[in-house]
């Protein structure tokens, strides 16, 4: 009889859990890498939220199947429906809260300006986030600096989650990953 082989993508020993910006399933620097790898071996979580695949819409269909192909290997987490915004079989309806917590989000990230006034991407990329939040996952790995430029005030109105660069979630993890062999070194 054969004996199914076991998956680590699957595991999660430290417990972290981010979500990640669509660049990032294709990125190719070591931080990314890294970060994929720990996910790979069951260290952390690496999530998707439905708003990755709806920024891949518009992208060829040789790049759309590579990234499909490449996105097997995470979860995803299904956001609230925005009207124009996202894919209705890859959202869920939301609440009040949901929409409140959107509207947090944006005006946090893009002061001044409204979503219907502003780009489409700042609306994916505050979709992404407040996705992310309602999750309760650890952080938004994501490369944009005026995201991460907003760091703080995020982590203070969401009671700490962040948003990371690759590189800061790799140092997280790295020391999450490093706690965790210390306490498992000393139950041998």
């Known amino acids: 009889m054969a004996v199914a082989q076991h998956d680590q993508r699957w595991e999660n020993r430290t417990g972290l859990v981010f979500a990640i910006d669509n660049h990032i399933v294709d990125g190719d620097t070591s931080a990314e890498l890294a970060l994929k790898r720990l996910h790979t071996d069951g260290w952390i979580e690496l999530a998707l939220t ?7 819409v518009g992208a060829k269909p040789e790049r759309t199947a590579i990234l499909e192909q490449l996105a097997i290997g995470y979860v995803e987490y299904w956001g609230p429906l925005t009207l124009d915004r996202s894919q209705l079989e890859r959202s869920k309806l939301g609440t009040p809260d949901d929409q409140e917590r959107l509207d ?3 005006g946090i990230l893009f002061p001044g300006t409204t979503m219907e006034a502003s780009r489409v991407q700042h609306t994916y990329d505050a979709m ?3 996705t992310a939040i309602r999750y309760g996952v650890n952080g938004f790995v994501t490369n944009e ?6 760091r703080d005030a995020i982590e203070a109105a969401f009671n700490g989650f962040s948003i990371f660069s690759p590189q800061r979630a790799l140092t997280t993890s790295n020391r999450m990953v490093a706690g965790w062999r210390a306490i ?3 139950g041998r």
């Open 128 to 130: 992404n986030v407040a």
């Open 104 to 106: 947090r989000v944006f």
């Open 50 to 56: 439905d708003v990755t695949r709806t920024e891949w």
């Open 145 to 150: 600096r005026r995201l991460q430029n907003k």
């Open 184 to 186: 498992e070194a000393k």
